[in-house]
């Protein structure tokens, strides 16, 4: 399972006892907002896309959307999610568990600037009803980030 290839990431850091897996699906944003009885912003969903060199992973706050525009200047190509299938197979995470954590060779992690408000936030470990605690510099070195980007709207205050 791939929540296991997770656990066994956070093992090697001693973090793993930081993961808390749910009796309910913490599989969207409202979801996971619900299970960890916090605001749906500081979950940090990850989104899956077709890159022109393998995947590419988003991790942005859970109120903000990609700006297609944006990643099109940003990546060079229009912004296209991979498929449950492709997900599952590519990254190495179905859909609903997607993490940057443990993932397949060649996918790209990113993280968005939406996160950058909070102190902590809640990515998902791997699976459906699973998630960790992370400051945004445990989340920058354990998603192996290849830098911060801003390819997302809808979160911002409105001018």
């Known amino acids: 399972m791939s929540i296991e290839k997770v656990r066994a990431y956070f093992r090697d ?43 590419v992973l988003i991790v942005a ?49 990113y993280l968005d600037v939406s996160l950058k408000r909070f102190q902590t936030v809640f990515p998902a470990c791997g699976s459906a009803n699973s998630a960790i605690e992370l400051t945004l510099a445990e989340l920058e070195r354990h998603a192996g980030a290849a830098q911060w980007v801003d390819v997302c709207k809808g979160w911002r205050d409105p001018a």
């Open 61 to 109: 706050a859970g109120d903000a959307k990609v700006d297609n525009a944006k990643f099109k200047a940003r990546f060079g190509i229009k912004a296209r999610m991979l498929s449950p299938e492709e997900t599952a197979e590519r990254v190495g995470h179905g859909v609903g568990g997607v993490c940057p954590f443990a993932v397949g060779e060649g996918v790209a992690v």
């Open 13 to 55: 850091y001693g973090m793993e006892d930081r993961i808390r897996e749910f009796d309910v699906s913490s599989a969207t944003v409202s979801l996971a907002a619900e299970a960890l009885h916090c605001e749906p912003c500081r979950i940090a969903k990850t989104l899956a896309f077709a890159g022109s060199d393998g995947p």
